[in-house]
């Protein structure tokens, strides 16, 4: 029981370093065909002679062919060197190492606050009961889907809010929408509206027979929304100037910086996949509680 | 931000642009020009106690230097193959020894910042007003004052005034702009014209202009023989009654009025009429005359019929212009071409193409039929141009690298760009160059638009600042800012 436990759990983390690595292939060859790439803007600069232009043009000679460079970079990587970045010419663990606080801070912080804010709006509206609730509450988040992160992140900059609670306005509707309509199915089951006519504890109710029902579900989404908010981050902090991993792989893409882009594809992969995979587990937990 | 940290031998005054004593406290070139000795300022430190002499200039040249560095200040000093020299007599005294002359050598020192020879924190030790006491890749550096700097007032209190520069790296226009309104950040260089304008309409007293810079726009067609083009349009842009035509039908005023919002000048040629010395001040911008453009085109065998223009094999006279996406200025410059050409019954095609995919096609594929692009100026001499008028250089860019020059204007501008390159006199030197912006004016293988004003925006907060059209505009006399918390935050 135990060693197929194990079995079970060595099987999903392979299965996520082979999409990471997937991930990071797809990653180099999007960006290795990607009209521009191997060009460097210095190339224009008029005092730069013959030499040192060609020098400039060779120094990406390994980039051109993405296999050996894909080949190469995992050689690297097995070492612990994530490579060197052309745009920055820093050490890309130095570049992610600095950077990545300030996404983690902004996704956290977002989230905690998209969850606290939208699930309870969710539990009201489905709870209440009361028509102008869920109507008010769709309508908040009908309008915060329909507004670009781009445009909210700048509205943030003219009212002087901090910027990074714009990721939280973009999860925010989701997390709503969906969970309303699973507690809303979950909270329409004959066997709770049977219970709620008895008379039975509201509470115990909404724990027991609504919410547990669909707890596996709920933590998919949450799996879910950590790869929304990590995505929103990169309009966000390229717009508002926070220098985290959005506005790094912003200037990364502009820059067709191949080593940086790389790593960034793997570990938005890799976050989104063990933050999916962590809410798996949780679920499955609970699908043998509900059981 | 190297101007804010780095310690040069002789810095180019930014409103005289004259060269001025700075560690080196002289200079003599002799050896036909070859070779430069300097006598240096004595008992400066860098800014973290180790002393400044000789030593640290030789082996700042030898890195400068090294081949495989490839810098565009080291290859400013490449005149020729072979090695540079440096001998020191004495701690205050260096001797540089350069292969071949080269023309205006004092000035090129204005770009090299001295680096410590024996100092353990190697380039983060500084000769400048400022060290770099914080730096965040793509988002901030933060300096401090240097401890150490020479420079005194009159009244002997040691410069700078402002204790610490916060430089910030912003990616975006609108944010910058709310900053400085809201006094979050002290000035702003090199502000668009919109955004000026917006500057003036909220606070006069903010906006600068300090008049037309050394920046230019303009426009080229792909002119490469083994280009994918069609034969007749690569006639078309071969012939120069064609480029005279385009560029007469363009209205370079309107330009400068509508799209740049008055802070910008119709241009002339490859010197801007900024830079003092070198600008061919015989030469005017081309005028806006349609009527002349169509009589130069009907020389050429075009015809205009039914508002289309024609060429004498009947192929309609219709080309594209890519330009870099996201610059408004160049868009809008786009836009108002297409009119005005299509006012002579050229259709024109603006294509937008981020910077990347533009670099590569007009360096690469050659798979483009017009380019409007600018060209940022910082340095005076035209030997820094040489990699732009060169045929064989990779940098000319209507039709690079070419193994000799395919027509005669380009071998007549080689030889006046070789002359002036190895001649020490400034009077021939500058013959030299007037000769060649009168062919450059005459053949337009670069159709000039216009010229951009040095525009910024400083905080009432900021004192002394007086800014100029050479880079830095702003803090050019750093030494001399003071605010009024004494730190200065710049983007």
Known sequence: ???????????????????????????????????????????????????????????????????????????????????????????????????????????????????????????????????????????????????????????????????????????????????????????????????????????????????????????????????????????????????????????????????????LTMIVTLVTLLANSACDLLGQRFRGHAA | MRYLTGGVLIRVDRLTQAAGPELAISWKISNGGKTITFKLREGIHFSDGSPFSADDVAYTMQLLMDPSVHSPTGDSFRSDEGKVETRVPAPNRIAITFPAPIAGLDKLFDQVAIMSAKSPKKEMAVLGPYYVAEYKAGSYVQ??????????????????????????????????????????????????????????????????????????????????????????????????????????????????????????????????????FWFNAKLQAHPFDQKSALRRLAQEGFQLRDGVLRDRDGHTVEFSVITNAGNKYRERMA???????????????????????????????????????????????PNSQMNVWLSSAENHQWNPSQKTPQTEWEAEIDKLMRAQASTLDDKKRKSYVDKMQEIAWEQEPFIYLVNRNALSAISASLRNAHPVVLRPQVYWNIDELSVGGEVARKH
């Open chain 1, 1 to 263: 029981m135990k060693r197929a436990g194990v079995l079970q759990l060595g099987q999903h983390v392979g299965k996520i370093v082979l999409i990471v690595l997937l991930g990071g292939t797809l990653g180099a060859a999007l960006v290795r065909f990607s009209p521009g790439f191997g060009v460097d803007e210095r190339e224009l600069d008029s005092r730069l002679n013959e030499q040192s232009i060609r020098a400039l043009r060779q120094r990406q000679v390994e980039e051109n062919n993405f296999a050996v460079f894909y080949v190469h970079y995992l050689g690297r990587l097995l070492r612990g060197d994530l490579g060197m970045s052309r745009t920055f010419e820093r050490p890309v663990s130095e570049l992610l190492k600095e950077r990545f606080p300030e996404t983690a801070k902004s996704v956290g912080l977002s989230l905690a606050l998209a969850w606290t804010l939208g699930f309870s709006l969710a539990i009201l509206a489905v709870m209440s009961r009361h028509w102008t609730i869920d109507l008010g509450a769709s309508l908040l988040a009908g309008l915060l889907m329909c507004l670009p992160a781009a445009a909210m992140a700048l509205l943030f900059v003219l009212a002087r809010a901090p910027a990074r609670l714009v990721l939280a306005l973009v999860v925010l509707p989701q997390i709503f929408r969906y969970s309303r309509n699973l507690l809303a199915r979950s909270a329409a089951q004959p066997h709770v509206l049977m219970a709620q006519a008895k008379g039975l504890n509201t509470l115990r109710i909404f724990f027991c027979h609504i919410l547990l029902p669909v707890a596996p579900q709920v933590l998919a989404l949450a799996g879910i929304s950590v790869s929304l908010a990590l995505t929103a981050a990169i309009p966000v902090e390229a717009l508002c100037d926070l220098p985290g991993i959005g506005q790094l792989a912003w200037k990364a893409a502009l820059a067709r910086d191949l080593p940086l882009l790389v790593n």
């Open chain 2, 143 to 276: 300096l401090q004052r240097n401890p150490n700097y020479w420079r005194h007032d009159a009244a002997g209190r040691q410069l700078p005034y402002i204790d610490s520069v916060h430089l910030d790296i912003q990616q975006n226009r609108d944010t910058e702009m709310l900053r400085l309104v809201r006094g979050e950040i002290d000035f702003i260089s090199s502000l668009d014209a919109e955004y000026f304008d917006k500057v003036t309409s909220q606070n006069p007293a903010l906006a600068h202009d300090a008049g037309v810079s050394l920046d230019s726009e303009q426009m080229w067609f792909n002119q490469v023989k083994n280009s994918p083009l069609p034969g007749y349009k690569k006639a078309w842009f071969a012939s120069t009654s064609f480029r005279r035509a385009v560029s007469e039908a363009i209205n370079r005023e309107d330009l400068a009025r509508i799209v740049f919002h008055g802070h910008a000048q119709p241009a002339v040629g490859p010197i801007s009429p900024a830079n003092k």
């Open chain 2, 335 to 381: 836009t108002m071409v297409q009119q005005d050409l299509a006012e002579i019954g050229i259709k024109l095609n603006i294509v937008t193409l981020d910077f990347p995919s533009l670099i590569e096609r007009i360096t690469r594929t050659f798979d483009y039929e017009a380019c409007l692009l600018g060209l940022f100026n910082n340095d005076l001499d």
